[in-house]
């Protein structure tokens, strides 16, 4: 654990214009949470009888978890296969899940209908073994605990608190090994949640046995490349305070183009054993969305090489894995989902607004705490310096 | 990784590999041979609604609440309906039970499906279905209102109250749920009470299939007693035979279901999916069986990753402990150190 001996809190300005403009829509998302509460499902969403799960699920839960692996993806490069030149991207990575998964986690709640009886999840003899969602459940739960913990020594740093630290480093091990197994549980779960929908979603994303590998190899490549995404842009907004992290997001490309070539092979293989290439050919809007899913983790990994040259490429290649990863999800959840009997969805306003309203929130509060908690990589030097510079001038 | 470790690990990976596998795939479960029942002859109904009237009134709904008061003429199920009488229409609609030009009636309600993946899926137990009855019922002092198992019902049945903040889970219960309990008093369900040809009769799930065979392997033209209410219950009347589709539906589809559909076109016409006869639920089960029977998976890759991981953070840790104890006596282990960040950082380090 060398390396956190460099990470210090960044420091300085708190209420900047991007914490202003994302605290806004951060509000707007806690004023459709209370309506949400007292008047009910129907004020708020365009849920009905045939589609029960619109983009919380489908957004909320499904993208914004799998947007939130990045800390697991790194727990896996560092702690598992011994890649110790990840470690400075393991604290920024750990926030983000950390938001991502609870903020997915309250996602869930505001969807469920009944959500005074959630404790039922928890107690023997009333959850459900047999179901995907249960599992998922649990094991987020379990996770978010983990992820708690495994962010905690940066908070037990920033207040001095040394002897829980020195407990806490006692067994952080089997917390960090745990917190490795768990999310390839329950993001391999959210795939399967959709076997028992059966025939209401259409042929090509209806993988049956298939659907947790699809998911699990999704959420590797949201998680590495959500590293890469939130590195470019911490380096970009806070120019010259924190290190250039370009040669190690780099390497992380050779571990995303071994995920997206299982991906793609494991999905045109699915399509082939099922003789479903009438549909990847049927020229709808289906065969064009599998097609672009594919094309947008595919571009990344042909051009591998240009893109480890160019800064600004590698930025977008990491949006379209993300983007394409992303849209795998929304698919198999609501565009490809069929109930028939003529039920049709399309998000309301306030189903967007509290969707982006949590992604503000987590922004806000990621920005926040970059600059009082020791997060950053190498930011102390470079800070330090800064100051000397300043106090120099002035 | 070192060749030891990654022997450890492949060990790990053969336990996994192995112990899946050992899984058998999750049957259908059978039907209880007290199942109860019903059988819908769509070719006897015609489409007077007297069977949605009569469960308003059994079940306390009011007609459309959201809007005019109104037949439940071709509506979907709702939290306020439970039961409606879809209809079938192809082009000039002129006969009866035909494909082309014609039209035909579908009854609408929860099937009670033999092997329910409704229960299957539901993640606290409020979806439950009766051992010897066969309802299935919910119970919405246990619900989370998750609606997966809106999800998971091939035919679009539980319905969840949106419009009420503390909104419950609806579908039909057979007229058996608590504060109706008209089966356990021995009386038929509203639907099969009020229907005036038979084309709705409650029975016994084995003896309303054997009827429906029966039905189906007789000769179309001649007269056949059809029975109201119940097989036995002695009100039959007679009516020619008519061409029946050579189906009983709801004898296999998804692992079978307690309301038989007989019709006189293609079930799926009428909006009822042509299912596989492993029901989705049990498919589902046995992916969730084969990855976490007895949580022996898990528990062996939590080994492999505690065993990887405890090793690689404490040879990470030992260089940190050296750096902080002999700061005087390991500057080549402190330059490494700041030789790598700056190879790392880029250079932007100093």
Not at chain 1, 67 to 74: I, P, R, S, V
Not at chain 1, 104 to 117: A, K, Y
Not at chain 1, 363 to 388: C, D, Q, W
Not at chain 2, 255 to 276: F, I, M, R, S, Y
């Amino acid at each position: 654990m060398s390396d956190h001996a460099n990470i210090r809190p960044l420091g300085g300005r708190l209420l900047t214009k991007p914490v202003i403009f994302f605290s806004f829509f951060a509000l707007l998302c806690v004023i459709v949470i209370f309506k949400r509460l007292i008047l009910g499902l129907e004020d708020v969403t365009n849920l009905n009888g045939g589609y029960p799960w619109g983009i919380w699920i489908g957004f909320d839960l499904l993208v914004g978890t799998g947007f939130a692996c990045g800390g697991w993806a790194l727990a896996w490069l560092v702690y598992v296969f011994n890649k110790g030149e990840y470690h400075p991207l393991v604290r920024p990575a750990l926030l983000a899940s950390l938001f991502g998964y609870a903020l997915g986690g309250l996602s869930i709640m505001m969807d469920m209908g009944r959500w005074w009886n959630l404790p039922y999840f928890y107690i023997p003899g009333y959850f459900n073994a047999n179901s995907v969602l249960f599992e998922t459940a649990a094991c987020m739960t379990v996770y978010i605990l983990v992820l708690v913990m495994e962010f905690a020594p940066a908070m037990l740093e920033r207040f001095g608190l040394k002897i829980p630290l020195r407990v806490l480093n006692k067994f952080l091990f089997a917390v960090i090994a745990l917190g490795a197994l768990l999310p390839t549980m329950h993001q391999s779960s959210m795939g399967s949640l959709f076997v028992s929908a059966g025939h209401k979603i259409h042929p090509l994303w209806q993988s049956w046995e298939f659907l947790p590998v699809f998911s699990l190899l999704g959420a590797l490549i949201m998680g590495c490349s959500i590293v890469i995404f939130e590195g470019a842009l911490v380096t970009a907004g806070l120019k010259q305070r924190v290190p250039d992290e370009r040669p190690l997001m780099n390497r992380l490309t050779a571990f995303i183009q071994v995920l997206v070539g299982m991906f793609i092979i494991l999905r045109l293989h699915a399509v082939n054993i099922s003789h479903k290439w009438a549909y990847v050919f049927e020229g709808d809007i289906y065969s064009w969305l599998f097609i672009a899913e594919l094309a947008l983790i595919a571009w990344p990994v042909i051009f591998i090489k240009r893109i480890r040259k160019n800064g600004p490429l590698l930025f977008m290649a990491a949006v379209s894995l993300l983007v394409g990863a992303a849209m795998y999800r929304i698919d198999l959840s609501i565009v490809a989902y069929h109930p028939g009997d003529g039920y049709q969805y399309f998000p309301s306003i306030e189903e967007v607004l509290l969707s982006f309203g949590l992604v503000a929130i987590e922004i806000v509060a990621y920005i926040l705490l970059i600059k009082l908690l020791p997060i950053l990589p190498g930011a102390a030097t470079t800070n330090r310096i800064n100051e000397f510079n300043r106090a120099e001038q002035g | 990784m070192k060749r030891r470790d990654f022997i450890k690990l492949a060990g790990s990976s053969a336990v996994i590999a192995t112990s899946g596998t050992a899984v058998e795939a999750r049957q259908s479960h059978p039907a209880s041979p007290d199942a109860i029942g019903m059988l819908y002859d769509s070719t006897l109904c015609v489409g007077c609604q007297a069977c949605v009237v009569k469960c308003k009134e059994v079940n306390h709904m009011a007609p459309n609440p959201e809007g005019e008061a109104q037949w439940e003429m071709n509506s979907q199920l709702s939290p306020y309906a439970l039961n409606v009488i879809r209809r079938y229409d192809s082009g000039d609609g002129s006969v009866k039970d035909r494909e082309q030009d014609g039209f035909a009636y579908i009854k609408r309600q929860c099937m009670h499906c033999v092997d329910p993946n409704c229960v299957s899926v539901c993640p606290v137990s409020a979806m439950t279905k009766d051992p010897v009855t066969g309802i299935v019922s919910n119970d919405p002092d246990i619900c989370t209102g998750c609606r997966y198992c809106m999800v998971a019902c091939p035919y679009n049945v539980p319905k969840y109250e949106y419009h009420d903040p503390f909104g419950q889970i609806q579908k039909c219960e057979l007229c058996n749920q608590p504060g109706v309990e008209r089966i356990s008093n021995g009386l038929l369900p509203g639907c099969v009470e009020v229907c005036p040809t038979g084309a709705i009769i409650f029975g016994k799930r084995d003896e309303l299939l054997a009827e429906a065979k029966r039905r189906l392997a007789m000769n179309a033209g001649d007269t056949y007693n059809y029975p109201r209410e119940t097989l036995t219950a002695g009100r039959e009347h007679e009516k020619a035979i008519p061409e029946y589709f050579p189906k009983v539906y709801g004898e296999h589809e998804g692992g079978g279901t307690q309301v038989l559909v007989l019709a006189g076109l293609p079930h799926e016409k009428l909006g009822l999916p042509d299912l596989p006869d492993q029901s989705y639920g049990a498919r589902s089960e046995t992916i969730q069986h084969t990855l976490y029977q007895g949580m022996i998976l898990p528990f062996a890759a939590l080994m492999g990753l505690t065993y990887l991981t405890r090793k690689n953070m404490f040879q990470a840790d030992d260089a940190a402990e050296d750096d902080k104890d002999n700061r005087q006596n390991s500057h080549q282990n402190k330059h490494q150190n700041k030789h790598q960040n700056d190879k790392g950082n880029g250079g932007h380090h100093e």
